[in-house]
C-alpha cells in the first residue's frame, strides 16, 4: 500500500505555520519591484479597478501590472567577493565586445578603451548595477533625439546617462545607460562623491535597452558575444 509522502515544511496545521511566514515565502519567491516601476503598475491596478465592472478591462488592467511588475523586477544578486572583478552592470546578452573611446562629454579622453556591450530585451531585469566598488568621478546625461540602441554609443543619437567610477586603485570603469526606441527615460540614483559597492543598484532604463561598459587600457574582457550576463554577477574582465 502505498503512503503518504511526508510534509516538507510547515502547513496550515503545523503549529509553525502563520501569515507572516507564508508572507516570507512569497517575498523570497517573487523579486520585488523597482520603485522606478511602482507607478506603472499602481496605474495598471487602477484601470482593473475602475473597470471591474467590465471583464476586458479587468484584465487588461491586471495584464499590464503583471507585466510592468514583472518587467521593473529587482532580483538579488550575490556579487563575486573576489578584488579585480567587474561584473556586468546588466542583465542580457552580450552583443559587442570591441575597444571604443568613453563617451565625449566625460572629458576622458579619444583613446579607445576594451568596451563590452549587453543588449536588454524586453525579457530582461532593467535595472543596473555598479560594476565595481569605487567612488562616483562623474554622472553625465545627455538628451537623445532618434536612433537605435544596436547603433555605437559614440554615433547614436540616443539618450544615456553615463557612470564613472574609480576603484581604490586607481583604475577607472565607465558605466553607459543607453535608451532605444522603445526607451526615452533613464533612471540614474548616483551622484558625484557616491561610494558604490560592486553589484549596487544604481539606475534603471525604462522599457530598453543597451549598457556599454568601459574597461581600463590592457584589461582584457573574458565574456563572448552571444554569452548571456547577469547583472551583478557574470565576472566581464577581472582588473591587475
Request: glycine share 10%.
Amino acid at each position: 500500500m502505498a503512503r503518504r509522502p511526508p510534509t516538507v515544511g510547515p502547513t496550515a496545521e503545523d503549529p509553525a505555520f502563520s501569515p507572516q511566514h507564508a508572507l516570507e515565502l512569497v517575498r523570497s519567491a517573487v523579486p520585488p519591484v523597482h520603485p522606478a516601476g511602482r507607478p506603472f503598475v499602481v496605474a495598471g491596478l487602477v484601470t482593473a479597478l475602475a473597470g471591474r465592472n467590465h471583464r476586458w478591462l479587468r484584465r487588461a488592467g491586471l495584464l499590464a501590472a503583471g507585466a510592468c511588475a514583472a518587467f521593473f523586477r529587482h532580483p538579488p544578486r550575490v556579487p563575486p567577493t573576489r578584488p579585480g572583478a567587474v561584473v556586468a552592470p546588466a542583465d542580457g546578452e552580450v552583443c559587442v565586445i570591441d575597444a571604443a573611446a568613453p563617451p565625449a562629454e566625460l572629458g576622458m579622453g579619444d583613446a579607445p578603451r576594451p568596451r563590452v556591450s549587453i543588449f536588454l530585451s524586453l525579457l530582461d531585469a532593467h535595472v543596473q548595477r555598479a560594476p565595481v566598488s569605487g567612488e562616483v568621478v562623474a554622472v553625465q546625461h545627455r538628451p537623445g533625439r532618434f536612433g537605435s540602441a544596436d547603433l555605437p554609443a559614440a554615433s547614436a543619437d540616443n539618450e544615456r546617462t553615463s557612470l564613472w567610477l574609480r576603484t581604490d586603485t586607481g583604475a577607472d570603469v565607465v558605466a553607459v545607460q543607453i535608451a532605444g526606441l522603445l526607451a526615452r527615460r533613464i533612471v540614474c540614483d548616483a551622484r558625484v562623491g557616491d561610494k558604490l559597492s560592486v553589484g549596487d543598484t544604481y539606475g534603471l532604463i525604462r522599457f530598453g535597452s543597451r549598457l556599454d561598459t568601459y574597461l581600463p587600457p590592457g584589461a582584457e574582457p573574458l565574456v563572448r558575444v552571444g554569452q548571456r550576463a547577469v547583472g551583478g554577477e557574470t565576472v566581464l574582465a577581472e582588473l591587475s
